[in-house]
């Protein structure tokens, strides 16, 4: 490779590199920004702004696991739902 070409390729990776960390620190400010302060300090280790949202959607949502328990007492719950003999429809 000749040097201009080598020279071009290393300021489009610079520039492409450049791009994703103003990205991530926009994201990152937006996040923190938008948090309450406990809720910051749970956060404020993460690194980037991926690493932020994934231990928020834990956070809050819970695992996959935590999410189909959830899941499966509420259909319990409704299948036990029953009108009560005092009850009208109107």
């Known amino acids: 490779m000749k040097d201009?070409?080598?020279d071009?390729?290393?300021?489009?990776?610079?520039?492409d590199d450049k791009k994703k960390i103003s990205l991530n620190c926009?994201?990152?400010n937006i996040l923190c920004c938008a948090l309450s302060?406990?809720?910051?300090?749970?956060i404020s280790a993460c690194k980037s702004a991926m690493e932020m949202w994934d231990k928020l959607r834990i956070t809050f949502e819970g695992t996959d696991k935590v999410k189909e328990t959830r899941?499966?007492?509420l259909v319990a719950q409704n299948e036990r739902f029953q009108m009560q003999p005092v009850e009208t429809i109107t």
């Open 37 to 42: 302060k406990k809720e910051f300090n749970r």
């Open 26 to 28: 926009k994201a990152k």
């Open 8 to 15: 071009l390729l290393f300021a489009c990776v610079e520039q």
């Open 4 to 6: 201009i070409e080598k």
């Open 71 to 73: 899941i499966d007492s």
